[in-house]
């Protein structure tokens, strides 16, 4: 299922979040993450995973770093769904390096400041294994 437009913009057919969904997202602590197998065609095992949003991007990271199995298929298909805010969306995957990853930082100490994870996932190990996910454009 694709996300139902809410608005007459091309906002998802040009490969970028409505700006409504990306406060839902910001705010929400539910998304689930399936990224296509090895075939192309179905769809992993939904992962929870905690998710952050910087600049208008979601973005996501490995708890396990690079040797995540939901991250190597991310990377090998490059594309995917997730469940979040009631939504399943189709999307795309693309790995992020450098300079955008303290902003990322601080995005994830802002939302999980409070777990005890949270070190992890601002550690080297998580940091290297980034994600940018957008819709897949319709």
Request: hydrophobic share 40%; aromatic share 10%.
């Amino acid at each position: 299922m694709k996300a139902v437009a809410e608005s007459n913009d091309d906002t998802h057919a040009r490969g970028r979040w409505w700006m409504d969904e990306l406060s839902r997202l910001a705010a929400a602590d539910d998304l689930h993450i399936s990224p296509l197998r090895a075939d192309g065609v179905t769809y992993g095992t939904p992962t929870w995973i905690w998710s952050v949003v910087v600049d208008d991007d979601l973005y996501v990271r490995a708890y396990h770093g690079t040797r995540s199995r939901w991250y190597r298929a991310a990377l090998a298909q490059r594309a995917g769904r997730i469940r979040a805010i009631g939504t399943t969306y189709e999307v795309t995957f693309e790995p992020v390096a450098g300079s955008n990853q303290s902003r990322i930082d601080a995005a994830y100490r802002a939302k999980y400041g409070d777990s005890p994870y949270l070190d992890a996932m601002i550690g080297e190990q998580a940091c290297a294994a980034t994600v940018k996910i957008t819709p897949r454009a319709e």
